[in-house]
């Protein structure tokens, strides 16, 4: 039982690492190898300036931010897809853009992750940055993704 909740911590953390990877990435440009370079080296696991952050599961984070990083055309689409009309991914703000890409690529490409549990990830991670209505909107947003791509 410990180690199953050991590897469910280990990719809470790795999906909020990827959040933040792809958010910086998207805010300073940064090519793919060296943003994964810096979280392997100085993140993941790390504690900066007194905060410690989880010990994430490496490969897990990798394949978050390099699938979003090669799919993001088709990930963008599936979310734009189920915004209300007059909406487009470039209105919501980066956080925003970075949590539902990851969500949508981990329902894309990731069958072997229930879809509950997905969506209740994200869920989760935009807790981190935002209150109750902008968690409903992940959960909504998320939940016809999944349906449009898992059935």
């Not at 050991?6 to 990719?11: G, L």
């Amino acid at each position: 039982m410990a180690k199953i909740n050991e590897r469910a911590r280990s990719r809470s953390a790795a999906r909020l690492a990827a959040v933040q990877a792809l958010y910086q990435q998207e805010m300073e440009s940064i090519p793919l190898a060296s943003l994964l370079d810096e979280f392997h080296q100085h993140r993941l696991g790390a504690t900066i300036e007194d905060v410690e952050y989880a010990a994430a599961e490496v490969g897990f984070f990798d394949d978050l931010v390099k699938g979003v990083d090669g799919r993001r055309e088709e990930i963008d689409a599936a979310i734009t897809a189920r915004l209300a009309e007059g909406w487009t991914l470039q209105r919501l703000d980066r956080p925003m853009r970075q949590i539902l890409r990851v969500g949508a690529y981990e329902l894309i490409a990731r069958p072997d992750v229930p879809t509950a549990t997905v969506i209740s990830e994200y869920v989760d991670v935009a807790d981190a940055f935002y209150d109750k209505r902008e968690k409903g909107f992940v959960n909504g947003l998320l939940d016809a993704v999944a349906r449009a791509v898992r059935g």
